[in-house]
């Protein structure tokens, strides 16, 4: 081991903190913070990455990353000569932590099972009654996307409940719509051609992620594991994901992220390295980037 990981390792142990404690607050996987305690580096994929996992780390222990840490780093660890791809580094992200039990991943799937079948009820209840309700609901003029430079928003306070109306139930109201607008006859044929020929208005937005600063991050489409992203996000890039109603975010560095959408841009979700999790984000009926700690509906 090198003198770093020893002293690492050290102050963790003096303040009677596990490893598994400074990875749940820092959003660091428990390896990852074994191999910097023993100074293995160069089983990460990169510099970038040793030197955000440790400023993470330093933060979490209260030691000064920047005059205590960093000169140790530079001492032991060359930029060049990492061995592991990316590509391992993400896969090994997606992973589910070790330390969980048989029985915690079996007790979560039932969770989840449950929450599922509970939400699927109150849906399809909520559909039936929204359909009826916005039979006479008047069409929402068309809006066009402003050509000013992005303008930087406050972010919202986080909401317990939210609003948003599923993909479905907005194609049914326009359906509806198309129907009863058809000429009123008894010839059934016109009510089903106007419904049939009724356009969808499902829309997708796009979202742009731009990261300021290291920021490890994990995105999810209107509850669609098969949109899932989950990896670094180096200094300087930027990412676009795209939803049709709401977007699950989890943030390793609150402050490292800015959201732009349409022409608005979005920041100060937390200080800097703060990590932020299940946080839901919706565009509200005026097309502004709404935040909320609860699954929208």
């Given at each position: 081991?090198?003198?770093?990981?020893?002293?690492?390792?050290?102050?963790?142990?003096?303040?009677?903190?596990?490893?598994?404690?400074?990875?749940?607050?820092?959003?660091?996987?428990?390896?990852?913070?074994?191999?910097?305690?023993?100074?293995?580096?160069?089983?990460?994929?990169?510099?970038?990455?040793?030197?955000?996992?440790?400023?993470?780390?330093?933060?979490?222990?209260?030691?000064?990353?920047?005059?205590?840490?960093?000169?140790?780093?530079?001492?032991?660890?060359?930029?060049?000569?990492?061995?592991?791809?990316?590509?391992?580094?993400?896969?090994?992200?997606?992973?589910?932590?070790?330390?969980?039990?048989?029985?915690?991943?079996?007790?979560?799937?039932?969770?989840?099972?449950?929450?599922?079948?509970?939400?699927?009820?109150?849906?399809?209840?909520?559909?039936?009654?929204?359909?009826?309700?916005?039979?006479?609901?008047?069409?929402?003029?068309?809006?066009?996307?402003?050509?000013?430079?992005?303008?930087?928003?406050?972010?919202?306070?986080?909401?317990?409940?939210?609003?948003?109306?599923?993909?479905?139930n907005r194609t049914?109201?326009?359906?509806?719509?198309?129907?009863?607008?058809?000429?009123?006859?008894?010839?059934?044929a016109a009510a089903?051609?106007?419904?049939?020929?009724?356009?969808?208005?499902?829309?997708?937005?796009?979202?742009?992620?731009?990261?300021?600063?290291?920021?490890?991050?994990?995105?999810?489409?209107?509850?669609?594991?098969?949109?899932?992203?989950?990896?670094?996000?180096?200094?300087?890039?930027?990412?676009?994901?795209?939803?049709?109603?709401?977007?699950?975010?989890?943030?390793?560095?609150?402050?490292?992220?800015?959201?732009?959408?349409?022409?608005?841009?979005?920041?100060?979700?937390?200080?800097?390295?703060?990590?932020?999790?299940?946080?839901?984000?919706?565009?509200?009926?005026?097309?502004?980037?709404?935040?909320?700690?609860?699954?929208?509906?």
């Amino acid at each position: 081991m090198g003198k770093l990981g020893d002293y690492l390792r050290e102050v963790r142990e003096s303040k009677k903190l596990t490893l598994q404690d400074a990875s749940k607050a820092t959003a660091v996987r428990k390896h990852f913070l074994e191999l910097l305690e023993q100074s293995r580096y160069e089983e990460l994929p990169s510099y970038v990455h040793v030197h955000g996992f440790l400023s993470q780390y330093s933060k979490f222990l209260g030691l000064d990353f920047q005059n205590s840490i960093k000169p140790l780093l530079d001492e032991e660890c060359q930029k060049d000569g990492f061995g592991q791809p990316k590509d391992e580094l993400n896969a090994e992200l997606s992973k589910p932590p070790s330390s969980l039990s048989v029985a915690q991943i079996i007790s979560t799937v039932v969770v989840i099972l449950i929450i599922a079948l509970v939400g699927y009820v109150i849906y399809t209840n909520g559909l039936s009654s929204k359909r009826i309700a916005t039979r006479t609901a008047p069409a929402s003029p068309e809006r066009t996307t402003p050509t000013e430079p992005p303008a930087v928003v406050a972010v919202t306070p986080i909401h317990e409940e939210s609003e948003v109306l599923p993909i479905d139930n907005r194609t049914a109201v326009n359906t509806i719509a198309a129907v009863e607008n058809a000429p009123s006859t008894d010839n059934r044929a016109a009510a089903d051609t106007a419904a049939a020929d009724a356009p969808s208005t499902v829309k997708v937005n796009t979202v742009l992620l731009k990261f300021s600063d290291d920021c490890w991050f994990h995105f999810v489409a209107d509850n669609d594991n098969a949109t899932a992203i989950d990896l670094i996000a180096p200094a300087g890039s930027s990412r676009a994901v795209q939803f049709n109603d709401y977007f699950l975010l989890d943030i390793g560095n609150a402050g490292g992220i800015t959201l732009q959408h349409n022409s608005k841009e979005y920041t100060g979700f937390g200080a800097a390295w703060q990590p932020l999790k299940n946080v839901y984000f919706r565009v509200d009926e005026n097309g502004v980037l709404q935040q909320s700690r609860s699954l929208p509906r």
